[in-house]
T-cell receptor, first 119, second 112 residues
Framework: NAGVMQNPRHLVRRRGQEARLRCSPMKGHSHVYWYRQLPEEGLKFMVYLQKENIIDESGMPKERFSAEFPKEGPSILRIQQVVRGDSAAYFCASSPSASRQTGQDYGYTFGSGTRLTVV | DAKTTQPPSMDCAEGRAANLPCNHSTISGNEYVYWYRQIHSQGPQYIIHGLKNNETNEMASLIITEDRKSSTLILPHATLRDTAVYYC?????????????FGGGTRVLVKP
């Protein structure tokens, strides 16, 4: 029973390139959340998606960042024209829909993250 | 979600109990207290959660005061592998889409 899978684990991009981060939620989970952790800082919420819909993107930078969760396949966090300040760990989490959450509500399950380094 | 306050850091001796406090004086009646931890470079890991009763699982115990304005996470026999940042979060449970808001957490260092 695989957990939340993120790939790649490490990604190096030159300034101006595009970065694509992938997240496959746990089996049966239909909600995906992306968080960013800058070096020596806490985790910051970026975006919450359900299949084919962005529900809450209040934490997403206004430019260059986008996210999707297509009907088939993993969720993608896309960063265009990366800059050095985008260097961070990006974590994905998933959860089941409210109707499927049991009495044992474990909240979110997080992946191991993608560490993006912009050079 | 209600805001939480935690000490920035604490040390603990290996084999001893670690007691991690958390203040959440503005917690609402339908909000649960959740604890997560983040071991260096890894994704956050769920530990335990509770509403008003004390809770215990294989990892830890959670003690919530009667007025629910504060709580304590107890690691009964701390090991070196428990060195991590521990986050106390309050949120409405079973509400899909209710994002987690992480504060600064408590950096726990377990020493041999």
């Amino acid at each position: 029973n695989a957990g939340v899978m993120q790939n790649p684990r490490h990604l190096v991009r030159r300034r101006g390139q595009e970065a694509r981060l992938r997240c496959s939620p746990m089996k049966g989970h239909s909600h995906v959340y992306w968080y960013r952790q800058l070096p020596e800082e806490g985790l910051k919420f970026m975006v919450y998606l359900q299949k084919e819909n962005i529900i809450d993107e209040s934490g997403m930078p206004k430019e260059r960042f986008s996210a999707e969760f297509p009907k088939e396949g993993p969720s993608i966090l896309r960063i265009q024209q990366v800059v050095r300040g985008d260097s961070a760990a990006y974590f994905c989490a998933s959860s089941p829909s409210a109707s499927r959450q049991t009495g044992q509500d474990y909240g979110y399950t997080f992946g191991s993250g993608t560490r993006l380094t912009v050079v | 979600d209600a805001k939480t306050t935690q000490p920035p850091s604490m040390d603990c001796a290996e084999g001893r109990a670690a007691n991690l406090p958390c203040n959440h004086s503005t917690i609402s009646g339908n909000e649960y207290v959740y604890w997560y931890r983040q071991i260096h470079s890894q994704g956050p890991q769920y530990i335990i959660h509770g509403l008003k009763n004390n809770e215990t699982n294989e990892m830890a115990s959670l003690i919530i005061t009667e007025d629910r304005k504060s709580s304590t996470l107890i690691l009964p026999h701390a090991t070196l592998r428990d060195t991590a940042v521990y986050y106390c979060i309050v949120r409405v449970a079973k509400a899909a889409g209710n994002k987690l808001t992480f504060g600064g957490g408590t950096r726990v260092l377990v020493k041999p």
